[in-house]
């Protein structure tokens, strides 16, 4: 069974509730650290799920052999055992996999939060290949790739900002884990990319200005890919679920949530009346 981190309750202003799906190296417990409980005060009710050998939650299969596919069988697996259909939040590889989710699944909104682009993995790779290659030639020999992140150092350029505190990146490493190389590598950089013309679910896509794994133009361009525009919140790295200033995104969020409202409580209403 997978782990699943589940705060709040719905309420009659905020009937949909919120799934949101970690990155590469983390689990379900980024988004607890200040979101479940940001949103769960906020009325809504609001679940982290950790992907298939992440977290708490097993791997039914090795890990190298794991492709997106599964990830967004997780994801449909977790949607499904709620009342109605839940908006979706991904950061990073999460946001990739939102994207993958929403192109055969209905949900009432979907955010991207420092995804990995349409385009896939491939400029994330090479960008890292130029500054570490001797983690990359490790990596592709051992199909193991934390060791290119698990030091204060390290996760600070990738994934942290230089207004983030020393002692909440030392906190954060603490909590990384081992992210497989294979079968999901492929698909990223190149078998399983979005295709955004199949999404029609509202979306909006946020981004870092000092993030260390997502350039802004890739942002912008995933942005374009789905006919909006992005947001680029100044002085933050990559995981801006516990950067410094969570909470500009958290409350972003949480407006755009609001203006969809109307569309939401509508849909929320057909079911009813199909349900009768």
Not at 10 to 20: A, D, G, I, K, T
Not at 100 to 115: C, F, I, Q, T
Not at 188 to 203: F, I
Not at 239 to 249: L, S
Request: contains cysteine; negative net charge; hydrophobic residues 40%.
């Amino acid at each position: 069974m997978l782990e699943v981190i589940d705060k709040g309750s719905c309420s009659e202003e905020h009937p949909v509730p919120l799934l949101f799906v970690h990155g590469g190296w983390h689990a379900a417990w980024c988004w607890d650290e200040h979101f479940l409980d940001y949103f769960a005060d906020k009325g809504y009710r609001a679940l982290a799920v950790s992907l298939r050998g992440h977290g708490n939650s097993p791997a039914p299969k090795r890990m190298q052999a794991c492709s997106v596919a599964d990830f967004v069988n997780d994801v449909d697996s977790v949607a499904n055992s709620l009342p109605m259909r839940p908006a979706v939040i991904g950061h990073s590889l999460g946001g990739f996999v939102v994207q993958k989710y929403l192109e055969a699944h209905d949900a009432p909104a979907g955010v991207l939060v420092a995804s990995l682009p349409t385009r896939g993995i491939g400029g994330f790779m090479l960008r890292g290949m130029k500054r570490h290659p001797w983690h990359a030639i490790r990596s592709t020999v051992t199909t193991r790739s934390l060791h290119g992140y698990n030091t204060p150092k390290l996760a600070r350029e990738y994934f942290y900002s230089p207004h983030t505190p020393e002692s909440d990146v030392v906190r954060y490493v603490a909590r990384l884990e081992e992210e497989f190389t294979g079968r999901i590598t492929r698909d990223t950089a190149l078998l399983d990319l979005p295709k955004p013309e199949r999404v029609t679910t509202p979306l909006l896509v946020l981004g870092a200005e000092c993030d260390g794994c997502i350039t802004q133009e890739e942002v912008r361009a995933t942005a374009r890919a789905y006919n909006t525009e992005a947001e680029i919140f100044p002085n933050m790295g990559h995981n801006m679920m516990v950067e410094p200033g969570w909470d500009a995104v958290a409350q972003r969020i949480h407006t755009w949530l609001e203006t969809l409202a109307p569309m939401t409580q509508s849909r929320r209403s057909g079911e009813q009346v199909a349900d009768q």
